[in-house]
């Protein structure tokens, strides 16, 4: 008989704060650029007859004693039915044993390090005298985003999202403010949110919404939301005005269309980017120079982040005593 802890989305929100889980990313980015993680490309199958997709990420670390894989259900269109379009779990096994010792909700570990890992590159980024952040997005990242660039630049006075349903954004500037410690606007002029000291984009978008004629001397850019070589989120003068940073320079290479669109123009080299950030905390390569430079963090993404934020969940529940533990 095997035990294996059971823990639900509110718990992972209890267990690991934000500010916890930016310092998580920051080990897992570490792991990544130094060779001591094993994840294959991730890999989507149709889910037939309803226009969804189901993905497969496994993955394995040295730095962690469990292994694992997320299994995520992506629906689109779920915007209208009330349910998240991302879904799923992840589950855990013993890297010495093979038992499976944890089912994790998968929905709230993506979107907690996610927002976590754009925390981590805003830290090390972003201008530290940086006022302002602008969301490009009204879904769940765009309310997970706030809160960890909230939390990584206390300096944020004031918050300002577009959405192209402005009353979405209302309603999210307006949920926010009882809990960021800074002013929280809506517009429905884009080039207000595009142009603060930090921009965060986490729409769906096909083509890019984000200009680089709006961007502001010395802005930190966030790019989050396409995952696919032919969709992008900013157009092709944003990506070559910046200094360009990835979380893994093998997965960008093969679908981040935000810098795989410029290339293809011929505007933007591999050459341009300037490496991971994992190889920044480890001061391998060069950050932020001057006040005026502008920095651009693309993330795809990778189940080691996933991986590094499950097994930190699970060992806060261990300690605490929390979640269920069921025998299978």
């Given at each position: 008989m095997t035990m294996i802890?059971?823990?639900?989305?509110?718990?992972?929100?209890?267990?690991?704060?934000?500010?916890?889980?930016i310092g998580t990313?920051?080990?897992a980015m570490i792991?990544?650029?130094?060779?001591?993680?094993?994840?294959?490309?991730?890999?989507?199958?149709?889910?037939?007859?309803?226009g969804g997709q189901l993905g497969f990420m496994p993955g394995a670390a040295s730095g962690v004693p469990v292994y694992g894989t997320k299994i995520l259900s992506l629906h689109p269109d779920n915007e209208q039915t009330g349910y998240p379009s991302i879904q799923g779990a992840i589950v855990l096994f013993d890297q010495q044993t093979g038992?499976?010792?944890?089912?994790?909700?998968?929905?709230?570990?993506?979107?907690?390090?996610?927002?976590?890992?754009?925390g981590l590159a805003t830290q090390l980024l972003a201008r530290k005298d940086a006022l302002s952040h602008g969301i490009i997005g009204t879904g769940v990242q765009?309310?997970?985003?706030a809160q960890a660039i909230a939390s990584a630049r206390p300096s944020i006075k004031n918050t300002v999202i577009w959405g192209r349903d402005l009353e979405k954004a209302k309603q999210l500037a307006g949920e926010l403010s009882a809990s960021l410690a800074c002013t929280v606007v809506a517009t429905d002029e884009i080039e207000e949110a595009a142009s603060c000291d930090i921009v965060s984009t986490v729409t769906g978008a096909s083509a890019s919404v984000l200009e680089g004629k709006w961007l502001r001397s010395g802005a930190h850019?966030?790019?989050?939301?396409?995952?696919?070589?032919?969709?992008?989120?900013?157009?092709?003068?944003?990506?070559?005005?910046?200094?360009?940073?990835?979380?893994h320079i093998e997965g960008a290479l093969r679908e981040a269309g935000d810098l795989l669109i410029p290339m293809r123009e011929g505007h933007f080299n591999k050459s341009d980017?300037?490496?991971?950030?994992?190889?920044?905390?480890?001061?391998?390569?060069?950050g932020r120079r001057t006040n005026d430079d502008i920095t651009l963090y693309k993330s795809l993404g990778l189940f080691t982040q996933d991986l590094y934020a499950a097994w930190a969940v699970l060992q806060q529940a261990q300690d605490a005593g929390i979640g269920e533990t069921v025998a299978i």
């Amino acid at each position: 008989m095997t035990m294996i802890k059971v823990i639900s989305g509110d718990m992972v929100h209890t267990l690991l704060p934000m500010a916890s889980c930016i310092g998580t990313m920051r080990e897992a980015m570490i792991a990544i650029s130094s060779g001591a993680t094993f994840t294959p490309a991730r890999t989507f199958m149709p889910a037939i007859d309803s226009g969804g997709q189901l993905g497969f990420m496994p993955g394995a670390a040295s730095g962690v004693p469990v292994y694992g894989t997320k299994i995520l259900s992506l629906h689109p269109d779920n915007e209208q039915t009330g349910y998240p379009s991302i879904q799923g779990a992840i589950v855990l096994f013993d890297q010495q044993t093979g038992a499976p010792v944890a089912l994790i909700d998968g929905t709230s570990v993506t979107a907690l390090r996610t927002a976590a890992s754009l925390g981590l590159a805003t830290q090390l980024l972003a201008r530290k005298d940086a006022l302002s952040h602008g969301i490009i997005g009204t879904g769940v990242q765009a309310r997970y985003h706030a809160q960890a660039i909230a939390s990584a630049r206390p300096s944020i006075k004031n918050t300002v999202i577009w959405g192209r349903d402005l009353e979405k954004a209302k309603q999210l500037a307006g949920e926010l403010s009882a809990s960021l410690a800074c002013t929280v606007v809506a517009t429905d002029e884009i080039e207000e949110a595009a142009s603060c000291d930090i921009v965060s984009t986490v729409t769906g978008a096909s083509a890019s919404v984000l200009e680089g004629k709006w961007l502001r001397s010395g802005a930190h850019v966030n790019l989050v939301g396409s995952h696919e070589p032919t969709r992008r989120e900013a157009d092709t003068k944003a990506v070559c005005l910046s200094k360009v940073y990835v979380d893994h320079i093998e997965g960008a290479l093969r679908e981040a269309g935000d810098l795989l669109i410029p290339m293809r123009e011929g505007h933007f080299n591999k050459s341009d980017i300037v490496g991971e950030i994992g190889t920044l905390v480890l001061g391998q390569i060069e950050g932020r120079r001057t006040n005026d430079d502008i920095t651009l963090y693309k993330s795809l993404g990778l189940f080691t982040q996933d991986l590094y934020a499950a097994w930190a969940v699970l060992q806060q529940a261990q300690d605490a005593g929390i979640g269920e533990t069921v025998a299978i």
